[in-house]
DNA sequence: GGGGATTTGTTTAGTGGTTGAATTATTTGA
DNA sequence: TCAAATAATTCAACCACTAAACAAATCCCC
């Protein structure tokens, strides 16, 4: 049972509707008009209209140009997100690059950092004020076109939880209080940082970018294997936050030890070590392992991303050969693997749309904001 | 983003505090005042007080006295959920029995039939014929003591979707559809009536009786084994309805042929035939699939049931060794492994439990059809 | 090229549901 | 016996939505 556990109130409607308008004209028809939004939403025109206004007010819809429509009657005003609204700002720390990037309500990318540099002989602290220095310098020049950066997030390789990077092994971090340390540019002091897995932020990023199926695996492979799992377009993260794990599942039982003190895991098969030296081990082993994912939880479709991307042609066949083998349902309907589509950029952008979310989700917190 | 996709109006603020207000009478504090209702809330007391009422006229709560109170004041009234409410009626059919019973809206089974038969040289129609008897006896039972049986649902140890049992390999069923059968009962024309899967239900009947916590895996051990996924209070069942296939999860992947096809799943290891022939390797493989499921999902308690119970204890300690060795965050804080505390009665008490949390979560509805 | 048809968007009265303050009810304790 | 305390109800005010009428702007057709 979900169960309810807030009372709900005349405000709340309204903030509701707010975000039922604001979903239908980013995600609805090209430029709807508000009798359009009227009649996607199944609110009367009035209260769309009465909607409509505080938004724009607001300032995260514009009023513009409408498509081209032919018939009778008053010609229609078009409504768009702003592209000089809020905007969510991404960052990413990892073993080789640091980036940012401001990505405002549309989707937009408007700025966009990269600094390549081994951050494995410097320490947490070195890394986090150069990455502080590249997040300043990201958000001057957002505000500089008139967005307001709302937030930041930023997408590390390794365990976080109650942000607070536990380990990352890659980095070699440990307990790092990453989010204190962004906070300590002067630049960045005001503004609500989180931190959050990386494979988890680029699950996101992929979700926004494809639009399409919201329900997915995300697999990254880097030195170790991390996975976002987007349930009907929410990242499930665990109870604890734990969830992803899939580099350390189980392959071959008796196989391999791991650095983790198990046998047989994921990683030892098909982590950027073993993806270097055979390809054909590391499909099957991927295979099977999502075989497992699939009859477990029906996902329908697989990303893979990281290291995955540049031989994904090569490994497509070897992960299809087991999942068709393993899958029950595999006959009723084929799982479909994709290539991630933002490569790289996936976590960066998928932080920065965590920021946009909140607004997306509750712009009656913007508009209070505002006023 | 949890993409809002219906208006709200006044109407739904209505029902969502009488939802509200019910699930902190059933799951709060004992026999709570409309005050302690409204401090829980966060509702005022008048609003409270209006929705009790509504709720009361409607037949879902009833006025009782308060639990013992020191102190000055105007003695409150306590409220509970009635006894002569809507009540749910729950149906299994499995290899050698067929059962119904009767649950009130406090979760207490009112009534409660079993018929032992092996169903296997039966068909379809004779068994559902022979369940419909034993469902109309428990109805007509039900209505006797003043319960108003909402709708029925049927536990079935096989593939369900759309409301047809596509396949129950152990009762040699195919394309079977059960409701349509059971509604031509003319005893039970009239009652809404849904089929599902025996271990999403069972999973649910354990949801209700353990109360405690609302993320876990429940693993049901039969012929074949099923699992049942519950994430936060919710049944996942998967894009298609196809979830929780654990009994083909690849354990060993060059292990035993497997009836699916494939090689190494679990069911050739800890079926209820090689349950019977080596407990130990049942628990290892058990501790394998789990550790993966664990690794994945973040789950942190793990219920088996079934053919599991019986055997329970001689299990646990091998599905802890592999449990601890290779999930990865087992240091962090260990799996819980419990054995189902409804037994067999676990997915039929589940199914009568699905019709009333139709109740429980829209109430409105049911003060709707009362008036 | 003028008038009706058509569609968009706004205005206005009405309804439903919650809040908050005042009021009534009923007990304990000094 | 009366003040304090707690429970529950009443009532005016408010807020957000609906429905229907109205105003605005265009198309289309004779």
Chains 1, 2 share one sequence.
Not at 76 to 91: D, E, R, W
Not at 255 to 282: N, S
Request: proline share 6%.
């Amino acid at each position: 049972m979900t169960a309810p556990t807030t009372p709900v109130r005349q405000a709340s409607v309204r903030a509701h509707n707010l975000a039922l308008v604001l979903h239908t004209v980013a995600n609805g028809a090209d430029r709807p008009s508000r009798a359009a939004v009227a009649a996607a939403t199944g609110l009367t025109r009035a209260t769309v209209s009465a909607l409509v206004d505080d938004l724009v007010a607001g300032g995260l819809l514009v009023e513009v140009a409408p498509p081209p429509r032919t018939g009778a009657g008053r010609p229609a005003v078009g409504l768009a997100l702003t592209s000089t609204g809020p905007a969510g700002l991404g960052l990413e720390i990892n073993v080789d690059y640091l980036a940012a990037c401001v990505v405002d309500l549309t989707g937009t990318v408007r700025h966009r950092y990269v600094e390549h540099a081994d951050q494995r002989p410097a320490d947490p602290e070195r890394s986090l004020a150069a990455l502080g220095g590249l997040a300043a310098r990201a958000r001057g020049a957002a505000e500089a076109d008139g967005l307001t950066v709302t937030g930041a997030a930023l997408a590390v390789p390794g365990l976080v939880t109650d942000g607070l990077v536990r380990v990352a092994p890659n980095l070699g971090w440990q307990d790092v209080d990453a989010v204190a340390a962004l906070r300590a540019v002067p630049e960045l002091a005001d503004l609500p940082v989180t931190v959050d897995n990386e494979a988890n932020l680029a699950a996101l990023g992929e979700l926004g970018a494809t639009g399409g199926n919201p329900t997915f695996l995300y697999v990254s492979g880097e030195v170790g294997i991390g996975a976002g799992l987007v349930l009907s377009g929410e990242l499930y993260r665990g109870v604890r936050g734990w969830s992803g794990e899939i580099g350390h599942v189980t392959v071959y039982p008796d196989g391999r030890p791991c650095r983790c003190g198990a046998r047989g895991c994921l990683e030892q098969y098909a982590g950027q070590e073993a993806l270097e030296h055979d390809v054909p081990l590391a499909a099957a082993a991927l295979g099977i392992a999502l075989s497992v994912v699939v009859n477990l939880l029906d996902v329908p479709v697989i990303v893979l991303g990281g290291a995955y991307v540049p031989v994904f042609a090569a490994l497509r066949e070897g992960i299809g050969v087991e999942l068709r083998r393993r899958v029950l349902t595999a006959g009723l309907a084929p799982v479909e693997l994709r290539s991630a589509e933002l490569g790289a950029d996936a976590a960066m952008r998928g932080a920065a749309d965590t920021v946009l979310r909140v607004v997306r989700e509750d712009p009656a917190a913007w508009l209070r904001r505002g006023a």
